[in-house]
């Protein structure tokens, strides 16, 4: 019974048991040590990036799938931008998701996979910000004749630099400020874009022309002048930008947004500035040529001077005949001004030989007056006599009218308060004030009473009330 028991029993291994997450993660352990370290080849496909910042796609080619994700930190840094459909190169370690159960590949870095991959993609961004107007040729600004000061972006350390400043000097020596960055690798379109910008955004000392250069390349090594941050900054410069990255064969996007672009940098400066000595050739030949006009247009206005001059004839004899004229009129002005004052003085004598002298004048006036006077006296008694007469009849009759010799008799005058005579009852009223005028001329303020006192007797109070 028991050895039956026993049978009926699962048999027993010697593989040891795990649960599922120390399955998971002994997987995940393995991977990430064996593939520490994987470089893929594939397209990429559903790209997304979440409000984290990082990025989650897949990696695949005609056969297989793999995730692959990149964290925030280092997507900002990679020298081109994921987009859908792109052949890439991708850089990193496997590793696994153990929530899931599925493997998935931890990008460090990423490149485009082959030269046609990346030529699509400089393509479809060309297309993009010519659409922007970023290439437009009205945006196109004028290079300066010779400018003050120039401005170049590029490596300090390379022989490009040393050409620019060669070339400058020998054709037309400039004062030159030099922004060093980097001209290609990671952080390189970084540092150009800051450099145009700083140029740009210069207020003292700020350059008349800027020159964007570097040597020649692979496509990739000229990658950092394709980026938009870089082709934006040469679009938005105020100040003329003079392009001059690679050979005269090679071709970047900062070439379309440039103002000019240059084949090589020693084209850019010729470019920039012109021969010195040629100007100044120049300068000494348009001085000749303008010396032999001049004296060509002053030989041919004497000759045609001096032809004028022999149809006018001698000055001399031009004035000798106005001077003989003037002198002609001079005398005859003279002797007509001596005749009309002659004429004058004539006519003044006859004038004053009518006249009568004023004493006989005012002695004959005199001896009237004296006649007139005296007229006036012997009749002064008959005129004022009837007239002193009538004026002694008129007073008299004046004063035998007067209301003063009424008022001699006891009469009084009411006046009004306006001091106007009143001659009607119908001009009075009780408490009335009145003025009584007696014969010497005296006036006494009254008042008017009630008329139920007695009519007999008007007395007169203290006060020159009227009862």
């Excluded at 009630?450 to 203290?462: I, P, V």
Aim: glycine content about 8%; hydrophobic content about 40%.
């Amino acid at each position: 019974m028991v050895n039956e028991k026993i049978s009926q029993e699962t048999p027993r291994s010697n593989v040891p048991e795990m649960s599922v997450s120390e399955l998971a993660f002994s997987l995940k352990k393995t991977l990430e040590e064996t593939y520490g370290r994987v470089r893929v080849r594939g397209e990429l496909s559903r790209v997304t990036i979440p409000g984290s910042g990082h990025m989650y796609a897949d990696i695949k080619d005609e056969s297989a799938v793999i995730n692959g994700i990149c964290w925030k930190g280092v997507l900002s840094k990679l020298s081109i931008k994921p987009e859908e459909g792109l052949e890439v190169i991708c850089t990193g370690r496997i590793s696994t998701y153990p929530a899931r159960s599925n493997y998935q590949l931890i990008i460090d870095s990423m490149e485009l996979a082959g030269e046609g991959a990346l030529l699509k993609m400089l393509e479809e961004r060309k297309k993009k910000l010519t659409v922007e107007g970023l290439f437009a040729p009205e945006r196109k600004k004028p290079l300066p004749f010779i400018p003050q000061r120039i401005g170049v972006v590029t490596s300090p350390t390379g022989a490009v630099i040393r050409d620019i400043l060669h070339r400058l000097n020998d054709r037309f020596p400039r004062p030159v400020m030099v922004w060093p960055v980097l001209v290609q690798g990671e952080g390189a379109a970084d540092q150009i874009t800051a450099a145009i910008n700083g140029f740009n955004a210069m207020k003292e000392r700020r350059p008349d022309l800027l020159i964007v250069a570097r040597g020649g390349g692979s496509l990739e090594d000229l990658m950092p002048f394709n980026e938009e941050s870089v082709v934006r900054a040469a679009a938005e410069c105020t100040i003329p930008l003079i392009s001059a990255v690679g050979h005269e064969t090679d071709t970047t996007l900062i070439d379309y947004a440039a103002d000019v672009r240059a084949p090589t940098p020693t084209g850019a400066a010729e470019m920039a500035v012109p021969v010195r000595l040629n100007l100044m050739a120049q300068i000494a030949e348009d001085e000749q040529r303008l010396m032999s006009s001049i004296s060509r247009m002053l030989s041919h206005k004497g000759d045609r001077l001096q032809g004028v001059a022999a149809r006018l004839g001698d000055p001399k004899r031009l004035l000798e005949i106005k001077t003989q004229g003037l002198d002609h009129l001079s005398h005859k002005m003279t002797s007509s001004f001596e005749r009309g004052v002659a004429l004058k003085r004539e006519r003044t004598v006859k004038l004053g030989a009518l006249l009568r002298h004023p004493k006989a004048l005012i002695d004959e006036k005199r001896t009237a007056l004296g006649y007139r006077s005296e007229r006036l006296l012997a009749l002064k008694d008959t005129l004022f006599k009837d007239r002193s007469n009538t004026l002694e009849s008129h007073s008299r009759m004046l004063e035998s009218l007067s209301f003063k010799s009424v008022l001699g008799r006891g009469y009084v005058v009411v006046l009004d308060a306006e001091g106007a005579p009143v001659t009607s009852a119908n001009q009075t009223h009780t408490g009335q004030d009145v003025q009584l005028q007696f014969k010497d001329e005296k006036c006494v303020d009254a008042v008017i009473g009630k008329s139920g006192k007695s009519k007999k007797t008007a007395k007169t109070d203290t006060q020159g009330q009227l009862f």
